[in-house]
Antibody, heavy 121, light 108 residues
Framework: EVQLVESGGGLVKPGGSLRLSCAAS????????MNWVRQAPGKGLEWVSS????????YYADSVKGRFTISRDNAKNSLYLQMNSLRAEDTAVYYC??????????????WGQGTLVTVSS | SYVLTQPPSVSVAPGKTARITCGGN??????VHWYQQKPGQAPVLVIY???DRPSGIPERFSGSNSGNTATLTISRVEAGDEADYYC???????????FGGGTKLTVL
């Protein structure tokens, strides 16, 4: 069974940093692109970042470019999101989602259950 | 940047057909994917590549895409279909993933 489990969320002050992790199992992690998508409380889905299977291609939403860094460790079947200079508007549930093979994001399936990040003083 | 426009809400009676639209400039030239999200749960892919269904998704779910509008159609709607639905594309001109604002489907 394909499983994605996010961790690392929590409460952080504005300007602070946080590192999210996503542990993958049940599939050949190194063959798939991976993605982060967030959802602010009561709001819709917002794509954050994507990384290709070999880390050759990385994409960011304009809202996080220069502040967030996506990375992966294929040996550990893990995806990461380093978040710096956090703002109140970054408060959201962050989902890890599997992509498809290839150099750019297409659809996302499946998704993890998400981890909540709250940015507040 | 590319914008996808969805109606905020759609209501339908049980057993009837629900159609949820996703508008975008020449969206017919892009591949559209659809997700279902029930309260407190993670999104689930229901349609990819405009009209393909992942395994486990009922045949009642179908999709189409032409011109400036993509449509998710749910036939013989059931109470369990009540959820938020999102369309999504990859905009290759800007290297960005774009989601629609979401549509809340209410089963009357």
């Amino acid at each position: 069974e394909v499983q994605l489990v996010e961790s690392g969320g929590g409460l952080v002050k504005p300007g602070g940093s946080l590192r999210l992790s996503c542990a993958a199992s049940g599939f050949t992690f190194s063959s798939y692109s991976m993605n982060w998508v967030r959802q602010a409380p009561g709001k819709g889905l917002e794509w954050v970042s994507s990384i290709s299977s070999s880390s050759s291609y990385i994409y960011y939403a304009d809202s996080v470019k220069g502040r967030f860094t996506i990375s992966r460790d294929n040996a550990k079947n893990s995806l990461y999101l380093q978040m710096n200079s956090l703002r109140a508007e970054d408060t959201a549930v962050y989902y890890c989602a599997r992509g498809v093979s290839g150099s750019y994001p297409e659809w996302f399936d499946p998704w993890g259950q998400g981890t909540l990040v709250t940015v507040s003083s | 940047s590319y914008v996808l426009t969805q109606p905020p809400s759609v209501s339908v009676a049980p057993g009837k057909t629900a159609r949820i639209t996703c508008g975008g400039n020449n969206i017919g030239s892009k591949s559209v994917h659809w997700y279902q999200q029930k309260p407190g749960q993670a999104p689930v892919l229901v349609i990819y590549y405009d009209s393909d269904r992942p395994s486990g998704i009922p045949e009642r779910f179908s999709g189409s895409n032409s011109g400036n509008t993509a449509t998710l159609t749910i036939s013989r709607v059931e109470a369990g279909d009540e959820a938020d639905y999102y369309c999504q594309v990859w905009d290759s001109s800007s290297d960005l993933v774009v989601f629609g604002g979401g549509t809340k489907l209410t089963v009357l």
